[in-house]
């Protein structure tokens, strides 16, 4: 999904009515830097807070040879730092819905 996908920020084609109403009754953040066009790092990158490259996945995650002949990892490591948790140690409830790509 991307950014003029949901109604509230332009669309005209299809309705997101839940998902503006999340945004006017919370934040609705217009101005964001994508770390890469890519499913695997840019999850990573958002997940993290970090660059991609820090966790060695700069594309999207293959097979385990395939990951290796790139120089990338096969999946991010489980003790870099994620919002989740951060979230989580203020007290929220977090749960992640639909596809990962992380490994």
Known sequence: MGFGDLSC???????????????????????????SPICSPSRVAFTTGQYPARHLINSFLAGRKRNRERGMSDFLDPAAPAIARAFRSGGYVTAHYGPWHTG
């Open 9 to 35: 920020t332009g669309n005209t084609d299809v309705e997101t009515q839940h998902i503006d109403r999340l945004a006017r009754e919370g934040s609705l953040f217009k101005q964001f830097y994508v770390a």
